[in-house]
């Protein structure tokens, strides 16, 4: 069954560096997704993804954040300048459609850990 | 934006019981789904409802539109089924997730 994959699992950077987290989608979807959960904490919206343009963002996608589908297969989330709240699993999912009733698939998640 | 509250927080069952959560949200939505999160991370979509009743083996999903609230029930729980099990919904104007904070059970043999 086709999945999403992310890499790498677990990312450990010092503060202020800038991290790249990627994600591989499920080949047929046109919608991409990232998602946040600090420890402990609910799972947040990120920011939505279709015909290389950002659809939604959240509050939290500030300018320290951006996503780009570099290649065609590729999804990734890039953080410019981490700080130690950044610190969180970052979720990647897609979906074949936008809409509402359609069903997200999400990857497996990458640990960052800023220090 | 759409609170979303579950309950409860924490549940604990034996093998065998009927299970409810609970989920009830603030604004009016399109769409809701139950998601299961194993303890290593992973998030599962169960169920995507817009209304009505849903079912999937022993996992039987309902909601009431009209009160804003939704259930997830698990028929003759296993240890297996122990997992934090999260409600999100999706607002009438955006695709984003809004989620609960989840519901951790653990069914014991």
């Known amino acids: 069954e086709p999945e999403v994959t992310q890499t790498p699992s677990h990312q450990v950077t010092q503060m202020g560096q800038e991290v790249i987290l990627r994600c591989v989608p499920i080949?047929?979807?046109?919608?991409f997704y990232w998602y946040r959960q600090i420890l402990g904490q609910k799972v947040e919206f990120l920011v939505s993804?279709?015909?290389?343009?950002?659809?939604?963002k959240s509050e939290i996608f500030d300018d320290q954040f951006s996503v780009e589908r570099p290649d065609g297969s590729n999804f990734t989330l890039k953080i410019r300048s981490t700080k130690l709240e950044d610190s969180a699993m970052y979720f990647c999912?897609?979906?074949?459609?936008?809409?509402?009733?359609?069903?997200?698939?999400f990857g497996p998640g990458t640990r960052l850990t800023v220090l | 934006k759409n609170e979303v509250e579950q309950s409860p927080q924490n549940l604990t069952a034996q093998e065998g019981e009927f299970i409810t959560i609970n989920c009830s949200y603030s604004v009016g939505i399109s769409a809701l789904h139950w998601l299961q999160q194993h303890p290593g991370g992973g998030i599962v979509s169960l169920f995507m409802l817009s209304s009505g009743k849903k079912k999937h083996g022993r996992l039987i999903a309902t909601i009431n539109i009209q009160e804003k609230h939704s259930s997830l029930h698990i028929t003759a729980s296993h240890p297996r089924d122990s997992a934090v099990y999260i409600c999100a919904v999706n607002s009438n104007s955006g695709y984003a997730l809004n989620f609960g904070k989840g519901t951790s059970l653990l069914v014991t043999p």
């Open positions: 080949s047929n979807h046109l919608y």
């Open positions: 999912a897609s979906s074949v459609s936008g809409g509402s009733t359609d069903t997200q698939y």
């Open positions: 993804f279709y015909n290389n343009e950002i659809s939604e």
